[in-house]
């Protein structure tokens, strides 16, 4: 027989995203307002550590706004019927764009380093001192801000590793300021933006294989297919476990389904019930279809994916 528990695919009021939505906004809104700040005083001084800055910090700015997008887009309710699982991995999709503009960026800023090699440039040390430290302040408050949600969301994890390389970015053209002006050499400024995007570049790759592992449909980090099809057996009652699949949604919403084969006078409620709360209390699957078969039953063969 098979277990008929019903599951509502409505929206989960406090799922990771929309618990953390206000910290995305008041991130979002810092980050705008000193992007332009910085992106004038960057043409101004002539400072490309200023201006690749400010180009990351553009990125953070459509970053932030797709996250907070994504997170509304996960919270609507489904008035298609189609979305079976609602619209969650919408937070997922906006972590992919996180990591294309922070690549972007990067290729960016070596091609304008790479650009001025041999080419003599003035660049204004004091705004770039000025200006980094105002910028380091604002990510340091947009670290603050976002570490909690981080652990949680794939989404905002994507949004707080960008203000962590905004944060180091700050601080780059801080150190570069601080070298113009002691050497008057605009050959630091231009290292130090390449610094840059090599760590913007390595913070986008991490961020990137963990979004593929959603997307994949692998099993989530931490959790071993081979141990759940163990507990799963170990259920009273339960002769074989086959065709287990795990896999994650969106951030802290894992999924899984088995088929548990049971001698025919098996009691299959229980088993439905003690298998489920394995599930959800050992390895955090809220959500588990559970099909129990009788071991007389012959129609069910394992399929060939």
Known sequence: MGGSHSHSHAPVPGHA???????????????AAFFVVELVTGLLSGSLALLSDAG?????????????????VAARPDTTGRRTYGSYRAEVFASGLAVLLMLG?????????????????DVASVPMLVVGTVGLVVNLVCL???RQGAEESLNVKGAYLEAVADA????????????????????????????????????????????????????PAGMDPEEVAQA?????????????????????MHVATAHLV????????????????????????????????????????????
């Open 17 to 31: 995203g929309a618990a953390h939505r206000w910290r995305l906004r008041t991130a979002f809104v810092l980050v």
């Open 56 to 72: 990351h910090m553009a990125a953070d700015v459509v970053a932030l706004g797709a996250a907070l997008v994504a997170t509304r």
């Open 105 to 121: 960026v990067s290729v960016y800023i070596v091609v304008e380093a790479l650009g001025r090699i041999g080419m003599t440039a």
């Open 144 to 146: 603050f801000l976002l």
């Open 168 to 219: 180091v970015g700050s601080l780059g053209v801080i150190v570069a300021g601080v070298l113009v002006a002691a050497t008057g050499s605009a050959w630091w400024d231009t290292g130090v933006a390449l610094a840059i995007a090599v760590f913007v570049a390595v913070r986008a790759v991490s961020l990137g294989r963990e979004v593929l592992v959603v997307l994949g449909q692998q099993a």
């Open 232 to 252: 799963l057996g170990a259920v009273p009652g339960v002769h074989e476990v086959h065709d287990l699949h795990v896999w994650t949604l969106t951030s802290g």
């Open 262 to 305: 049971t001698a025919q006078s098996t009691d299959a409620h229980a088993v439905l019930d003690d298998a489920r709360q394995v599930m959800r209390g050992r390895f955090g699957v809220e959500h588990a279809t559970l099909q129990v078969e009788p071991d007389t039953h012959t129609g069910c063969a394992e399929v060939t994916w």
